[in-house]
């Protein structure tokens, strides 16, 4: 059964996917833990000296960042972010597992804690695939309606909502279709050239184009 990181790698690309399950290659890295680690200790953040938030791995200067804390603090939903009812809750859906790094209660509402920055709007696709995942398999095993997923940037002290619309769900099945094929065939790279810049598997992946580019000239 795929994980919800599977999920949003085949997202991103399926190839990508393909190449960290043969490399066995899925777990997050020291760098993604502590960016993480941030998400668990907002309050504390909001009243740490600037010496102290300059050097941790936040993408603010210290002033920047505590006022975004401030922010978030005037949200309805800050008891449910700075102090959630479940951290790191093992999830097992019908079509997919994984684990929400926080669950607010009443009504149930999982959250996604991205290690990285945000877009201008809303919540990178690949990601929103992932908080679909999560927020159905938290329905599944609660055997309750969940309507949305909190997506988590805490180096940017950003939160956003993913909701789980036609759309969304939508895309989330075309992704789980497509991890599903990868069983049965090697799945294509993906067409946007743009992706491959930041690609973890770009030697193996594009190595032989570039190769056989050097050769030619
Ligand atoms: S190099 Fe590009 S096509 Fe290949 S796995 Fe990475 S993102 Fe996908």
Redesign the pocket.
Known sequence: MPTFSDLARAA??P??LY?ARRDDDRGPGERTRERRELAFRYPALADAPPERLAALPVDLDPPAYRARLRALAGRDDWPAIADPDGRAVRLDGKDCRGVAHKVSEAPPVPTFVSPGRPPDRGVWAPQRVRAVATALALAWEREQPVERCRVEYPASAVVRSVRLTGGNRRRYRRTLRTVRRMERETPP??DD?A??GS?P??EP??GKTRSLRSRLF
Do not use: A, G, L, P
Request: glycine letters at 0%; a positive charge; charged letters at 35%.
């Open positions: 991103y690309c190839r990508q190449y790279r993906t050239h992706k491959c690609c598997y770009r992946c594009r």
